[in-house]
């Protein structure tokens, strides 16, 4: 059977809502999605990668809009990640076009993003949040937020 999640982080990757965000941020979820399996958060001390799962198409420069291949894309996130540090999200030169930028400037087909925070609905029962609600999210975590929907 798979899963399908919807998870929430913030747009600055370092982010860090108090804890009072997000157990409010949760309740508010709960109501919105009664039949989840789980609502859970995490907090990472290093900036992880928050995937899309099977739902991934493709990622694209997000100056010159070239589609970058899988390996060109794996190149880049390998010269990123450390196993002790995580992501340092540091800028390097694009196999497309030349430019700099680091791997969470990149545009992904399905959103995927890079964060220290993570809210996550565990198989809600629902179809995608509306932007009214992710709206409200951001107004109780504080921060803008990009929405992943992964399937696992």
């Known amino acids: ?12 990757p370092h ?8 157990s409010r941020a949760k309740a508010m979820l709960w109501q919105w999605m009664p039949e989840a399996e789980a609502i859970e958060s995490a907090v990472s001390e290093y900036v ?3 995937d ?6 493709y990622v ?3 100056l010159c809009g070239q589609e970058l291949t899988i390996p060109q894309w794996h190149f880049l996130m390998d010269q990123d990640y450390d196993l002790e540090r995580g992501f340092g999200l540091t800028p390097q030169t694009l196999p497309c076009c030349g430019s700099v930028a680091s791997v969470n400037q990149l545009h992904y087909s399905f959103m995927q993003g890079f964060s220290r925070f993570s ?17 409200q999210l951001q107004r109780l975590l504080g921060h803008p937020l ?7």
């Open 1 to 12: 059977m798979s899963d399908h999640h919807i998870v929430f982080i913030p747009a600055n």
């Open 15 to 22: 982010y860090l809502p108090t804890e009072d965000q997000v």
């Open 48 to 50: 992880q990668l928050h």
């Open 52 to 57: 899309c799962g099977s739902n991934f198409e």
């Open 60 to 62: 694209r420069c997000h």
């Open 119 to 135: 809210l996550t609905a565990i198989n809600p029962r629902t179809g995608a949040v509306s932007p009214q609600q992710t709206e």
């Open 146 to 152: 990009l929405v992943i929907y992964c399937h696992v």
